[in-house]
């Protein structure tokens, strides 16, 4: 283990944390390791933006303040160097081997029968496929879609690529993990299948999609971009505080695209396009550019301009569908709802937490004590999912699905605006006034949102 933490370290770059009345912490993580392809586009070393480790962050001296000269060194587990090292050779794990003869076990079979239903429990689904639910996932949708085939995909290099993807997604994230990205992915196969849309998408089209939702948030660290902004980190710098984790998750795909040599068969202009295409749909996941989204959307439908037939405009509604999966979790049935609700917040806690032991200003939605679960979530519902998959509905001409996610979305607002009143009535007979406040609802810094 010491070893293996020695080889990581030689390959640290560097991330510092400022407040007012501190100066700054060094923290050796892995630096920015680039390859630039041929075809002009920069990807990102696998691995080059590890999980914070918050047990590091929590070597303080003893008078609690951060020491000015202290270098303190990321140690990576030995098990995800080794785990990564075999990636980096090209070995697949054998446990899972067994995907690739389709051979799924009974329920998790029968459930794959019904993956475009929007009851789709995936929680349900990752317990079943032994925590590889997004590997299982993308494995079968790229059967049923015919990708393989029209692509001449190998199997077992598919495979690999996919292993990668969901590797380097953090468990120990509770909301930003390789469950929530095969959540996106089978939420966009849902939407790929919508009429309106699917009757102009071609494979290169569908591919594309099921990508950019399987790899949206790969690699993410489970802190926001305002977070690493104000720790200086390198990823921060580098993006020149655009986009930063967006970006980072598109380089970091390329580069795995380009380790696994899935595409490496096809002529040099289409790898180029598709390197290309998916980062302009992870970048329209960043939630800072909703309005520019929602304006552009509005004034297509509005004008009734969007021709289906022209590749930007069907590029533009992949986006939109993309945009849409990734923040559909309060359109589910309530029971999976709210267990995204109380992963997200956990996740945006931690970070909280994080801030206040470093004596960093917390950031909005990110105080355990102020901002509770039913607030957070009635006001992501109200500025943020509400006006984008109302203007869906209007693209899709309220299909059953459609209808189906807007029923859910107006139901558990509800129930969060009951719990929050019970959360009011409570505070107020126990006398503990302040705790949830009424502005609290009306708060939504963009940044925090999931």
């Not at 009851?119 to 393989?148: A, K, P, Q």
């Not at 956990?346 to 039913?374: A, H, M, V």
């Not at 693209?395 to 459609?402: A, K, V």
């Not at 859910?408 to 929050?420: E, G, M, P, V």
Request: include cysteine; charge should be neutral.
């Amino acid at each position: 283990m010491r070893a293996s933490c020695i080889l990581w370290s030689n390959r640290c770059g560097e991330i510092s944390f400022d407040s007012p009345d501190q100066n700054a912490k060094c923290v050796r993580m892995l630096g920015d390791a680039r390859v630039r392809g041929q075809t002009g586009v920069l990807s990102e070393r696998r691995g080059s933006y590890p999980f914070i480790d918050f047990r590091l962050l929590n070597n303080t001296t003893l008078s609690g303040e951060i020491g000015t000269k202290k270098k303190v060194k990321r140690l990576l587990s030995f098990q995800r160097y080794f785990h990564a090292s075999r990636l980096l050779r090209g070995i697949v794990p054998q446990a899972s081997l067994y995907l690739l003869d389709e051979d799924y076990l009974g329920q998790a079979r029968h459930m794959l029968s019904k993956v475009g239903m929007w009851d789709f429990d995936i929680f349900l689904f990752d317990r079943l496929t032994n925590g590889n639910s997004l590997v299982t996932l993308l494995c079968h949708l790229f059967n049923v879609h015919g990708l393989i085939h029209h692509f001449q995909l190998d199997m077992v290099t598919l495979h690999r690529f996919l292993v990668m993807v969901q590797e380097d997604y953090h468990s120990q994230n509770p909301y930003h993990n390789a469950v929530h990205a095969a959540d996106v992915t089978q939420a966009m196969h849902c939407y790929l299948r919508e009429p309106k849309l699917a009757n102009f998408l071609t494979p290169s089209d569908i591919m594309l999609g099921l990508l950019a939702a399987a790899a949206h948030d790969v690699d993410h660290p489970g802190v926001n971009q305002p977070f690493l902004i104000k720790t200086k980190h390198h990823l921060a710098s580098l993006y020149q505080n655009v986009s930063v984790l967006e970006n980072h998750h598109w380089r970091s795909t390329i580069g795995m695209l380009r380790e696994s040599r899935l595409l490496a068969h096809l002529p040099k202009e289409v790898t180029q396009d598709i390197e290309q295409q998916l980062g302009s749909l992870i970048l329209a996941t960043d939630i800072n550019r909703q309005n520019e989204f929602l304006i552009r959307l509005k004034s297509h439908l509005d004008n009734q301009d969007l021709r289906l037939e022209d590749a930007q405009d069907r590029h533009f509604m992949l986006q939109i569908a993309l945009k849409c999966a990734d923040i559909c979790n309060p359109c589910r049935l309530w029971d999976l709802s709210k267990q995204w609700s109380e992963r997200v917040c956990e996740e945006f806690y931690r970070q909280g937490d994080l801030e206040q032991k470093f004596e960093l200003e917390i950031s909005p939605l990110c105080n355990q004590q102020k901002d509770t679960i039913p607030s957070i979530q009635i006001g992501f519902m109200t500025y943020i999912v509400e006006p984008l998959f109302e203007r869906w509905a209007q693209f899709t001409g309220d299909t059953p699905l459609s209808e189906n996610m807007l029923n859910h979305l107006r139901r558990n607002k509800a129930k969060w605006r009951s719990l929050l009143h019970k959360q009011h009535s409570s505070s107020r007979s126990n006398d503990h006034s302040g705790q949830v406040t009424g502005s609290q609802e009306q708060t939504l810094n963009e940044e925090e949102t999931p």
